[in-house]
């Protein structure tokens, strides 16, 4: 199992957001691309990276700042937010970005994920961003009309085999992972599951991996480790 320190990309800035409520953002850099190094010196073996304006306006805003974190780094990243479309995957991987995630296409168009599994095998991600059971999308400001274990089922169709599974009431509030949820989902849906939402402990960290025989492959950490509750090397060797 492996930590993915989160990096939210928003105008720029690496900031976070309290359930995904863009009203509710906290600012903690102006270079996200420090930010990004800072976490490979802590012994981050890989990053996830959200566009958070992509994600609200549906194609990707911060390529800019996306290029700089590569070029500041060794280590590989996994970007999503807005991504619709075959070129846009082409262009992030061209760009020296190792796997790219796909989140509201995943509802809208089964048949660009479909595609894009087919071309891009492993280097493409599903995001199921669910809120009481039911998947949100458009930077989750609108409801799916649809079971985050329906959407599971549909993604696996597809041919992707690995999902980041985030429970949105808990992201950004510290508030503990919904292990058990986690663990459901990887059960249920057959595929490998990246934890991701509200993680605020190593004792969280231990439980997730005592799943990993069942699929729990990693966990995405954010807030606790920005506000120092979480220290990232070691998350980084329970999860090794």
Request: hydrophobic letters at 40%.
């Amino acid at each position: 199992m492996i930590i993915l320190p989160a990096i939210d990309i928003r105008g720029g800035h690496c900031v976070r957001l309290t359930q995904g409520d863009f009203e509710r953002e906290f600012n903690y850099s102006n270079y996200p691309e420090d930010t990004a190094l800072e976490m490979q010196n802590a012994g981050a073996q890989y990053l996830h990276v959200v566009d958070l304006d992509g994600a609200k306006v549906g194609h990707p805003m911060n390529i800019f700042t996306i290029k700089k974190i590569l070029e500041n780094i060794e280590i590989p990243i996994e970007v999503g937010g807005g991504i619709r479309s075959m070129e846009e995957i082409e262009m992030l991987l061209d760009i020296g970005v190792q796997r790219v995630v796909l989140g509201t296409a995943a509802v809208d168009n089964p048949n660009f994920v479909r595609q894009a599994a087919v071309e891009f095998g492993e280097r493409v991600l599903a995001a199921i961003d669910a809120r009481g059971g039911v998947v949100e999308i458009d930077g989750w400001g609108n409801s799916g009309q649809l079971e985050a274990e329906e959407l599971a089922a549909r993604i696996g169709d597809c041919g992707i085999t690995t999902i980041i599974y985030t429970d949105i009431s808990r992201d950004g509030t510290l508030a503990g992972a919904n292990v058990e949820k986690v663990v459901q989902m990887a059960r249920k849906s057959g595929l490998s599951v990246i934890a991701s939402g509200g993680i605020r402990s190593i004792d969280e960290i231990k439980a997730l991996k005592s799943y990993e025989h069942e699929g729990i492959v990693g966990c995405v950490i954010g807030k606790a480790i920005y506000e120092g509750i979480i220290s990232l090397s070691e998350a980084v060797e329970v999860a090794r």
